[in-house]
């Protein structure tokens, strides 16, 4: 869950995927879960692929908006 989406389609690897994973690993830090999951490798790659998560604030509406905001910019 924590692969950028280039990386899913061979393109190499540069700064724009790993800005991608620290994202990930920050919004599965404050959500208590990664952002995508599936019941397969397949299924995970399919929705990194072509969709957005689950706003972090309606994930955890407990969280301060300005973290909230902070990690949408």
Same mark, same amino acid.
Request: aromatic share 6%; glycine share 12%.
């Given at each position: 869950?924590?692969?950028? $989406? &280039?990386?899913? *389609? +061979?393109? @190499? $690897?540069?700064?724009?995927?790993?800005?991608?994973?620290?994202?990930?690993?920050?919004?599965?830090?404050?959500?208590?879960? @990664? @952002?995508?999951?599936? $019941?397969?490798? &397949?299924?995970? *790659?399919?929705?990194?692929?072509? &969709? +957005? @998560?689950?706003?972090?604030?309606?994930?955890? %509406?407990?969280? %301060? *908006?300005?973290?909230?905001?902070?990690?949408?910019?």
């Amino acid at each position: 869950p924590y692969l950028p $989406p &280039e990386r899913l *389609a +061979d393109a @190499p $690897p540069g700064p724009s995927g790993d800005l991608y994973g620290l994202g990930a690993t920050l919004y599965s830090l404050l959500a208590g879960r @990664p @952002p995508f999951g599936g $019941p397969s490798a &397949e299924a995970v *790659a399919g929705r990194v692929r072509s &969709e +957005d @998560p689950h706003p972090l604030a309606a994930v955890r %509406p407990d969280l %301060p *908006a300005g973290l909230v905001a902070f990690t949408v910019t």
